[in-house]
T-cell receptor, first 113, second 112 residues
Framework: GAGVSQSPRYKVAKRGQDVALRCDPISGHVSLFWYQQALGQGPEFLTYFQNEAQLDKSGLPSDRFFAERPEGSVSTLKIQRTQQEDSAVYLC???????????FGPGTRLTVT | SQKIEQNSEALNIQEGKTATLTCNYT??????LQWYRQDPGRGPVFLLLIRENEKEKRKERLKVTFDTTLKQSLFHITASQPADSATYLC???????????FGAGTRLAVHP
């Protein structure tokens, strides 16, 4: 498929577990974004990559959150020692250039019990 | 602080009517504004982008206006259909590389 894909679609973690969420952007897209979306709210920016460089991580809520994109394509968002407040949908988006529309994946719904 | 407001209550309209959604912002000077559609369980889908020097933009049954003096964008769907029922998100660029700040969205329900 030509769209952005994310895996897993659903993840249930016990409090304190580490999780890794994967994003496959559209091939050739330079820009990659991670967002967190709580129920009934709009997506909130977490971090931004241009190719493999993480240029902005100002939205990451704590140092338990870590993102990487080592080869400038696939990206992983890792959350260590998950807490209940981490429960949300995590969205990935890619874009071919600044000022262009963003293409979103379907999201990963994380539930921390 | 920076703030984006969209109609918090759901908008219910009759099929065939025009739906108008509002996006107001404060403490921003965005270079452009985007509108997205989001269906339950899915990621947002891009609809329209309007730049600060554009007053209005159209795409098929969709129309967006952008008033930088009022700090407001209006999103219109003409001849609405039940298939238009979804949540519509307004997003502003916060400078630089297309970092978007989203509103909470407005849920639209079009009834046959």
């Amino acid at each position: 498929g030509a769209g952005v894909s994310q895996s897993p679609r659903y993840k249930v973690a016990k409090r304190g577990q580490d999780v890794a969420l994967r994003c496959d952007p559209i091939s050739g897209h330079v820009s990659l974004f991670w967002y967190q979306q709580a129920l009934g709210q709009g997506p909130e920016f977490l971090t931004y990559f241009q190719n493999e460089a993480q240029l902005d991580k100002s939205g990451l809520p704590s140092d338990r959150f870590f993102a990487e994109r080592p080869e400038g394509s696939v990206s992983t968002l890792k959350i260590q020692r998950t807490q209940q407040e981490d429960s949300a949908v995590y969205l990935c988006a890619s874009s071919s250039a600044p000022d262009y529309e963003q293409y979103f994946g379907p999201g990963t719904r994380l539930t921390v019990t | 602080s920076q703030k984006i407001e969209q109609n918090s209550e759901a908008l219910n309209i009759q099929e065939g009517k025009t739906a108008t959604l509002t996006c107001n912002y404060t403490n921003y000077s965005p270079a452009y504004l985007q509108w997205y559609r989001q269906d339950p369980g899915r990621g947002p889908v891009f609809l329209l982008l309007i730049r600060e020097n554009e007053k209005e933009k159209r795409k098929e049954r969709l129309k967006v206006t952008f008033d930088t003096t009022l700090k407001q964008s209006l999103f219109h769907i003409t001849a609405s259909q039940p298939a238009d029922s979804a949540t519509y998100l307004c997003a502003l660029d916060s400078g630089g590389y297309n970092k978007l700040i989203f509103g909470a969205g407005t849920r639209l329900a079009v009834h046959p």
